[in-house]
């Protein structure tokens, strides 16, 4: 559609004769044709004269033909022009027309639903006020196992707390244990070391134990003798003893016993030590040593857990510290983000600005303005699509909710006598239900109002959108119109000539889109000639690069262009001096500039 519109007004701009124009260009046709044919036709008229008026005549004729068949040609295109018009006309009226009974319709519905919630809110009243006085006696019910509840609640929480201390201190001995470990694995390495030293000490050594062992077989021999006669010394004592302190109380026996089992522990530990063959003193030294070591080792361990706490707590604040700046670190970084990301939009919002003013201030040739022209159509049909949508969502979510209204007051009432019979004494968990869905069917219905709000707001913003869209459109039109009706008056007898040339139909239709091309580039040079000459030096340098392009200027000539206008922009400086020669910037000079 559009690139018919766009043929059309260009065949209208390319025929349509001009007001001072129009006597001027039969005259020149007829006078071209005339000599054309005279100077094809010399000798035949100077041989016959009769005839080559009648070819003249007949010419004319046809000439006069194909002219009236033009402008039939043109008045029905200006026709079919308005008729569209009118149809455009027509379908906006209609489109508001059916805004206005959409936005009727949609009140209407929003009324009724306003009634039908007012209605379902008196019976949703009468029933709460029946059901306060039992929900009076849960909520007392509920408060009483909440403080229980919380009660209990405190001693879990009390026994979380001793269970995570006991937790602690197992992790603490654990550590400490494995600390243990690995000493006491330090420590056996080292035995083992000097353990393989002293297998060679005990290899030299073995004969020396073979002479003591038979001296110790010896003294075991009279140890034996030696005990036997211990044993009978003991029990010829204690007969003694009984005699003595029979008439003596039962403790003084029992400590009595007490010493005896005393005395056989030192027997036993003498016997031993005889086995040994050591002396008092190695045994003295000996069990000094056992203490000391054991002293030594109850110290170090203390110290040990001293510092592993105290290590532990400042591994723990280091941590903390390390947590808080990481927190405030990956805050800043954000914080830094965000401003990096809006900087960046806005740098790329004056871009686009920018970008769109100069194509406005440059404002390519008119097909890209009908390509733009069509865009916003586009927009205009999709934002109404999508307006009616939303309205069509919003009609299906009102129905579903008055339907869901209508269940809810159909289940309330046959419902509401057996309740008030069943429910006299006791609460059932049935009302509870029934009146939570009746907050549910409540906050849906508050929830739809304020998508109903919503979707309003929407479609008034899409129809401002739809009123701006229209406005740029028409101004646009208006735009194209007044470029295509701008042009030279000294280049609509070219046109005319190469259009009335009798030549083939293919011929005659390249030679005008190359004349409508080249009239169209000739247009928007010169457009952006005079803009770039009428507007500032601030405005100018964003149109350098077109006019650069538009007149094939070179580097240096293009560089030389924007000195000159930093020159005049800025207070100081000296002039720029052309460099080199300026070669011609137009490679097919066009005759008749305006």
């Known amino acids: 559609m559009f690139a018919k519109l766009k043929k059309k007004i260009a ?16 005259r020149s046709v007829s006078k071209e044709s005339i000599t054309s044919v005279g100077a094809d036709s010399g000798d035949d008229f100077a041989s016959d004269g009769s005839s080559s008026r009648e070819d003249l005549s007949s010419q004319l004729f046809r000439r006069n033909e194909q002219i009236r068949k033009l402008e039939v040609k043109l008045s029905d295109y200006a026709d079919q022009i308005r008729n569209l018009q009118k149809m455009k006309e027509k379908l906006e009226n209609a489109l508001e027309k059916h805004q206005d009974s959409s936005m009727r319709k949609f009140q209407e519905q929003n009324e009724a639903h306003q009634a039908s919630r007012a209605k379902m809110a008196e019976g949703m009243a009468l029933a709460l006020g029946k059901k306060d006085k039992e929900w009076m006696e849960i909520l007392a019910q509920v408060e009483k196992e909440k403080k229980m509840l919380q009660t209990q609640l405190q001693e879990m929480r009390e026994q979380s707390l001793n269970l995570f201390q006991k937790r602690d201190e ?26 393989s030293r002293a297998e060679q000490e005990l290899e030299a050594r073995a004969q020396e134990l073979s002479q003591a062992q038979a001296e110790l077989q010896a003294a075991r021999s009279e140890s034996s003798g030696l005990r036997r006669d211990l044993q009978d010394l003991q029990q010829h004592l204690l007969q003694l003893e009984a005699r003595r302190y029979g008439a003596e109380d039962f403790p003084g026996a029992v400590d009595r016993d007490k010493l005896t089992e005393e005395l056989q522990e030192k027997v036993s530990s003498l016997e031993k030590k005889l086995e040994r063959n050591l002396s008092g003193d190695e045994h003295v030294q000996e069990l000094l040593k056992e203490k000391a070591a054991l002293e030594q080792r109850l110290e170090e361990s203390r110290q040990q857990v001293l510092t592993d706490r105290t290590r532990h707590s400042e591994a723990v ?92 007051l159909l289940v309330l009432e046959p419902e509401e006598s057996t309740r008030a019979l069943n429910n006299e004494h006791c609460p059932s968990p049935e009302n509870s239900v029934v009146e939570q869905n009746g907050e549910v069917a409540a906050a849906d219905v508050i929830q739809l109002q304020k998508d109903n709000r919503e979707l309003e707001q929407q479609i008034a913003e899409k129809n401002k959108m739809i009123k701006q869209l229209q406005q740029r459109m028409a101004e646009l039109k208006k735009t194209l119109q007044k470029e295509l009706k701008i042009r030279p008056d000294s280049e609509v007898p070219e046109l005319r000539t190469n259009s009335e ?27 952006v000639v ?41 207070w100081f400086g000296s002039k720029p001096s052309p460099k080199g020669s300026i070669r011609p910037s137009i490679s097919s000079p066009r005759t008749l500039w305006p």
């Open 11 to 26: 065949e209208e701009a390319a025929v349509a004769p001009r007001p001072g124009g129009a006597a001027r260009i039969p």
């Open 170 to 195: 197992i992790d603490e001995l654990e550590g400490f244990q494995q600390q243990e470990i690995a000493k006491v694995k330090h420590m056996l390495l080292k035995k083992e070391e000097s353990l």
């Open 317 to 408: 604040i280091q941590l903390e510290t390390q947590n808080e700046m990481s927190s405030r670190e990956t805050v800043s970084v954000e914080i830094a983000k965000a401003l990096e990301e809006t900087r960046k939009q806005r740098e790329e919002l004056q871009q686009n600005s920018h970008l769109l003013l100069s194509r406005f201030l440059l404002f390519p040739d008119h097909e890209a303005a009908l390509l733009q022209v069509h865009q916003l159509q586009l927009d205009i049909e999709a934002s109404q699509s999508q307006a009616v949508e939303k309205e069509e969502t919003a009609r299906k979510e009102i129905d579903e909710l008055k339907l869901q209204v209508q269940e809810c």
């Open 501 to 527: 040339v009798p030549n083939a139909s293919v011929t005659v239709t390249n030679n005008s889109d190359l004349n409508d091309s080249r009239e169209i580039n000739f247009e928007y040079l010169k457009h």
């Open 530 to 570: 005079l803009k770039f000459m009428s507007c500032r030096e601030s405005e100018a340098f964003h149109l350098i690069k077109a006019v650069s392009v538009l007149l094939n200027f070179s580097q240096e000539e293009e560089n030389m262009l924007k000195e000159t206008l930093e020159y005049k922009m800025s």
